[in-house]
């Protein structure tokens, strides 16, 4: 597959006309919709990265993705009780743990609320989500619905974002750290972790697609699934976008200190 054959994709879908006939023209079509749809293209992080943002702008996307972050595990566990197969919920498990932790051990959620901490948001605050903006609520549960209502094999496919993830993260990494004075290296933990993390993550889901999606058809709904979760990504910037950069911050959401 080539890019010039991939011209018939919608906001929805890769379109009726593009047929994936082996797992390789499959891969070559996720890394294209990663390649073109995924949020580290968005003007929003263009701004957070370059250091383009104030502080309350900055507090405003942790706070809003916390509700993200806090969810994941909540979508995994949904995604394991789609599968009879004990070796697919076996391998699916250390997710949670990754996000919530263990007894004794740190998970992502906590790094997350070390990264509120640290920017000054109230923590309870944050775990309350009373000031995410409605957008942000919406999306964030529209794709563990996803993850619920549809295949067991898109649920899988729908994580192939991580794929992406390692190059946003070391962007954000050294572009937080390098514009933000106030930002240092401990609130940032959450963001080193993932660099193991996710590319762990993103070789089984993209083995797991590649080995069960066996039909044309299958591999349609598993490009669908990955253009339906740049879609939720996309929109919470999109929203974050209209409210803090914009200066149309809706009734209740979280309105910074003026600096």
């Given amino acids: 597959m080539n890019?010039?054959?991939?011209?018939?994709?919608?906001?929805?879908?890769?379109?009726?006309?593009?047929r994936l006939t082996s797992a390789e023209e499959l891969e070559a079509t996720l890394r294209h919709i990663g390649a073109t749809r995924y949020h580290s293209l968005h003007p929003f992080h263009k701004l957070l990265h370059g250091g383009k943002l104030n502080k309350g702008q900055v507090q405003a996307w942790?706070?809003?993705?916390?509700?993200?972050?806090?969810?994941?595990?909540?979508?995994?566990?949904?995604?394991i009780s789609r599968f009879r197969d004990r070796a697919t919920r076996l391998e699916w498990r250390h997710r949670i743990e990754d996000h919530d932790g263990d007894v004794g051990s740190e998970g992502g959620?906590?790094?997350?609320?070390?990264?509120?901490?640290?920017?000054?948001?109230?923590?309870?605050?944050?775990?309350?989500t009373e000031g995410i903006l409605p957008a942000t609520r919406f999306a964030v549960e529209a794709y563990v619905h996803y993850c619920r209502e549809k295949s067991p094999l898109e649920a899988i496919a729908s994580s192939l974002t991580e794929l992406f993830a390692p190059n946003l993260h070391e962007e954000r990494i050294s572009g937080m750290l390098e514009h933000y004075d106030f930002v240092?290296?401990?609130?940032?933990s959450y963001f080193k972790r993932r660099l193991?993390?996710?590319?762990?993550?993103?070789?089984?889901?993209?083995?797991?697609?590649?080995?069960?999606?066996?039909?044309p058809e299958q591999r349609a709904l598993v490009c669908n699934a990955l253009i339906f979760k740049t879609s939720v990504l996309w929109v919470q910037l999109d929203a974050l976008q209209h409210a803090y950069v914009e200066g149309n911050i809706p009734p209740g959401a979280f309105v910074p200190k003026a600096s």
């Fill in 3 to 18: 890019a010039a054959s991939m011209t018939g994709m919608t906001a929805l879908s890769i379109g009726k006309d593009i």
């Fill in 62 to 79: 942790a706070l809003n993705r916390y509700y993200y972050q806090s969810t994941i595990p909540i979508k995994d566990a949904v995604v």
């Fill in 109 to 128: 959620i906590e790094r997350w609320l070390k990264l509120t901490e640290g920017l000054g948001l109230d923590t309870a605050y944050v775990e309350s």
């Fill in 184 to 188: 240092n290296p401990d609130i940032m």
């Fill in 196 to 215: 193991a993390q996710a590319p762990r993550d993103a070789g089984f889901a993209l083995d797991y697609v590649k080995a069960h999606a066996t039909t």
